[in-house]
């Protein structure tokens, strides 16, 4: 398995759609910052066929340090639970005769998606 950057990814649209790199970046970075102030903000963000991103509140507890064995209290914290949409999920099904591993050439984009599949198709 490969780490997919966002530097990959901002490069991987702009070539799709022709937009130049700065723009897309842009855009990508100004949607990663909403969903962030969304989540801060304690919104619950959905976004169909792909998944919900929700704030969860953890309650407070005693932990063990495995090394010492000491208890040590963790405080409450909120955190981040996302919920895997239908097309998400249709695509994450791996068929049993498939090979072990998918690259991203394998997987064409959906056309709700919005994005060309071939460079020809940008035409």
């Known amino acids: 398995m490969k780490t997919v950057t966002k530097k990959d990814l ?3 649209i702009s070539d799709r759609s022709g937009l130049k790199r700065v723009a897309v970046k842009r855009v990508v970075q100004q949607f ?9 903000t304690g919104n619950r963000l959905e976004f169909r066929d792909f998944g919900v991103f929700e704030i969860r509140e953890r309650a407070a507890r005693i932990a063990q340090n495995p090394k010492t064995m000491e208890k040590v209290p963790v405080p409450p914290k909120r955190t981040v639970k996302f919920k895997v949409g239908r097309l ?3 695509r994450l099904q791996v068929p049993a005769d498939a090979p072990a591993t ?3 050439a394998t997987i064409e984009a959906p056309a709700s998606v919005g994005i060309p599949s071939t460079p020809a198709a940008q035409g």
């Open 10 to 12: 901002v490069d991987r």
């Open 32 to 40: 990663l910052e909403e969903i962030i102030a969304e989540l801060g």
């Open 88 to 90: 998400m999920r249709e």
């Open 102 to 104: 998918m690259d991203a």
